[in-house]
C-alpha cells in the first residue's frame, strides 16, 4: 500500500538523522521538505526565530498545539532546561505516531508528553490530568480558525500568568485574521510581529510574539 508524506518524512529521518541527536533530526527534516517532499513543518528559517524566543523565554512548561510530525515539539525540546516540559496536543492519530516515533529517535521522550485529541477538549482539563497551573510559552500551529478561540479558552481557564508568551506560526501565510487582529488590539497583550518566509519557500510568512499582560 501507498505510503503517507509523513511516513516518508519519518523514514528520512531514521535513515539520515542520528540516534539521540535532536539538531540532526531536524536537519534530516529540513532537507527532506527542501529536496524531497514540502510539508507544513514551521521550517528553518521560522525555526531560528523560534529557537531565539524559546532561549529567551527558558519555558519550564511549554504547550503546543498541532503536533503534526513533531518537527516544533523536537526544535523545542532541544533547548528546554533539564526539568522542563512540553505538552504537545495533536488530534489526528496518524500524525500523533508518526511524531512519537520522531521524538523517540530525537531521544526526547523524557520531555515530550504528546496528548492525542482535539485542543478545545484538552485545554479544559490540563490542570486536573496534568497538574499544569500556567504556561510559560505556548505554540500555535494547528487550523489557523482556532488560534483566536483556543486563546480565549487558554485565558478563561487561568493557564497563562501575567508574562505567558504565545508565539504563533502562518500569521500571514495561510494567515490567521481574527487572531492578529486580537492579539494587537488587546489591552490584554503586547505583540510583535517577526517577518519570515513560508518554510522552503520565498513566499512571505511570519511568527507572531504576544505577551500576555494579566
Ligand atoms: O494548515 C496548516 N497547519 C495546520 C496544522 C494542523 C496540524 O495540527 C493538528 N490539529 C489541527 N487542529 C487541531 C486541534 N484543535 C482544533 C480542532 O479541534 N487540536 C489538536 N490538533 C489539531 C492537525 O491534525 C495537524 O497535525 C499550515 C499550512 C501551511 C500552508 C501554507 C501555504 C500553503 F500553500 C499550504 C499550506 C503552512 C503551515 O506552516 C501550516 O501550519
Ligand atoms: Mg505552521
Not at 165 to 185: F, H, K, M, Q, S
Not at 198 to 205: G, H, I, P, R, V
Request: a neutral charge; glycine letters at 6%.
Amino acid at each position: 500500500t501507498q505510503s503517507t508524506r509523513p511516513q516518508r518524512l519519518l523514514h528520512a529521518v531514521q535513515k539520515n538523522a542520528t540516534r539521540g541527536d535532536p539538531r540532526s533530526v531536524v536537519k534530516a527534516i529540513d532537507n527532506f521538505c527542501r529536496q524531497k517532499e514540502w510539508a507544513m513543518n514551521v521550517g528553518d528559517e521560522k525555526g531560528c526565530i523560534l529557537d531565539s524566543v524559546v532561549s529567551e523565554v527558558n519555558p519550564v512548561t511549554v504547550l503546543e498545539l498541532g503536533t503534526y510530525c513533531g518537527y516544533s515539539t523536537v526544535r523545542i525540546a532541544s533547548l528546554l532546561p533539564p526539568r522542563a516540559k512540553i505538552i504537545t496536543l495533536e488530534f489526528n492519530p496518524d500524525y500523533a505516531k508518526i511524531a512519537r516515533q520522531v521524538i523517540a529517535w530525537a531521544g526526547l521522550e523524557d520531555k515530550i508528553q504528546v496528548v492525542e485529541g482535539p485542543s478545545g477538549e484538552w485545554i479544559p482539563k490540563m490542570k486536573e490530568q496534568f497538574g499544569v497551573k500556567t504556561f510559560d510559552l505556548v505554540f500555535l500551529d494547528h487550523w489557523k480558525d482556532r488560534y483566536l478561540p483556543d486563546t480565549k479558552l487558554l485565558e478563561d481557564c487561568g493557564l497563562l500568568r501575567k508574562g505567558s508568551i504565545l508565539l504563533a506560526d502562518n500569521v500571514i501565510c495561510p494567515g490567521t485574521p481574527d487572531y492578529l487582529e486580537y492579539v494587537r488590539n488587546s489591552p490584554r497583550y503586547k505583540s510583535q510581529y517577526f517577518k519570515s518566509h513560508l518554510e522552503y519557500t520565498k513566499a512571505e510568512d511570519g511568527l507572531e510574539k504576544s505577551v500576555f499582560l494579566g
